[in-house]
């Protein structure tokens, strides 16, 4: 029996990173918990999204667990609005600065 994949990417999901990035800004642009979002709201979303990438590496599906870490990489900080401003495709890449 095959196992249940914790990310849709069926036909309609985006097909790049930057378009999986821009629907879940869509996403979160339109929501209201947005408005309200606290740390620890942004910390269960966090938790339920590890438990997406346990699951993905069970079925062995490359593409759930690149799309998991995506989400992790890019929301994984938690709910700093200007991050919906910004460009998110860059934004595991400049969170490492040097001092």
């Known amino acids: 029996m095959a196992g249940h994949h914790p990310v849709g990417h069926g036909k309609s999901a985006p097909p790049t990173h930057a378009g999986w990035v821009d629907y879940w800004t869509d996403y979160y642009n339109k929501s209201a918990q947005l408005k309200r979002a606290s740390q620890e709201s942004w910390n269960a979303t966090r938790e339920i999204w590890k438990r997406k990438l346990v699951q993905a590496k069970r079925i062995r599906c490359q593409k759930c667990i690149e799309i998991v870490k995506l989400w992790l990489r890019?929301?994984?900080?938690?709910?700093?609005?200007?991050?919906?401003?910004?460009?998110?495709?860059?934004?595991g890449k400049t969170?490492?600065?040097?001092?």
Do not use: F
Not at 78 to 83: A, H, L, N, Q
Not at 95 to 99: A, D, E, G, K, L
């Open 74 to 91: 890019t929301y994984g900080y938690g709910p700093e609005r200007r991050v919906l401003k910004e460009s998110l495709s860059q934004r």
């Open 95 to 99: 969170r490492r600065t040097t001092v």
